[in-house]
């Protein structure tokens, strides 16, 4: 069964420190695509990066960057040089194709809370 | 700018009511979602819709029931609200494949509270 399982339920990270954010998936899936979410405390979801199963190369956007590891089926997320407005909950989240790719549903993690200290 | 709008922002409600969560998208998506959220336990899928009037169980549908008679529109029933289900529920709404990034959209959020 697809399952997302993210083991840091809180970490602390000094401000302008980089900080990596578990995540481990299990599907049976050759195409799926990986997601990570930040959730600040007004409750909106921000999407931050995306993974394909077929993508070579580890994703990156901005100070977001994605250790992609298929074989051990991880995909952690890595911020570099944080901010204080990195202070929020972030989510891991899998999108797998349902029959006929009809359904795409997508399940995540339980959350990481993350705190940067000045 | 693509929306997916939730009716309620903040709801209490008796123990015993019926409750109508309503999810509204404009972007001519196939697929829509409803979450809950509850501390240490992320987000869990109760529902799913692929088309309109078709749905599929998520992890948690027990106490629920859907509703889609139009393509934007995404109902969440609560047929007899209990104090168990005091969460806070997310709607989303994506296309279906390709995968590529930011495809999948959510709403705000309704928090909602059962007395």
């Known amino acids: 069964a697809q399952k997302i399982t993210q083991t840091q339920p809180g970490m602390f990270v000094q401000e302008k420190e980089a900080v990596t954010l578990d995540c481990t998936y299990d599907?049976?899936?050759?195409?799926?695509?990986l997601f990570w979410y930040k959730q600040p405390s007004s409750g909106e979801m921000i999407f931050l990066i995306y993974?394909?199963?077929?993508?070579?190369q580890n994703a990156t956007e901005g100070r977001y960057s994605l250790n992609f590891q298929k074989a051990r089926k991880s995909a952690n997320l890595v911020i570099s040089a944080s901010q204080l407005g990195d202070s929020a909950m972030y989510f891991c989240?899998?999108?797998?194709?349902?029959?006929?790719?009809?359904?795409?549903?997508?399940?995540f993690g339980t959350g990481t809370l993350l705190a940067v200290q000045p | 700018d693509v929306k997916v709008t939730q009716s309620s922002r903040y709801l209490v409600k008796r123990t015993g009511e019926k409750v109508f969560l309503e999810c509204v998208q404009d972007?001519?998506?196939?697929?829509m979602f409803w979450y809950r959220q509850d501390p240490g336990l992320g987000l869990r899928l109760i529902y799913f819709s692929y088309d309109v009037k078709m749905k599929e169980k998520g992890d948690i549908p027990e106490g629920y029931s859907v509703s889609r008679e139009k393509k934007e529109r995404f109902s969440l029933i609560l047929e007899s609200a209990s104090t168990n289900q005091t969460s806070m529920y997310l709607c989303a709404s994506s296309s279906p494949g390709p995968y590529s990034g930011n495809t999948i959209y959510f709403g705000e959020g309704s928090w909602l509270t059962v007395v």
């Open positions: 989240a899998m999108r797998e194709a349902g029959r006929g790719g009809a359904t795409n549903k997508l399940i």
């Open positions: 993974q394909g199963s077929y993508d070579e």
């Open positions: 599907t049976s899936d050759q195409s799926y695509g």
């Open positions: 972007m001519d998506h196939e697929n």
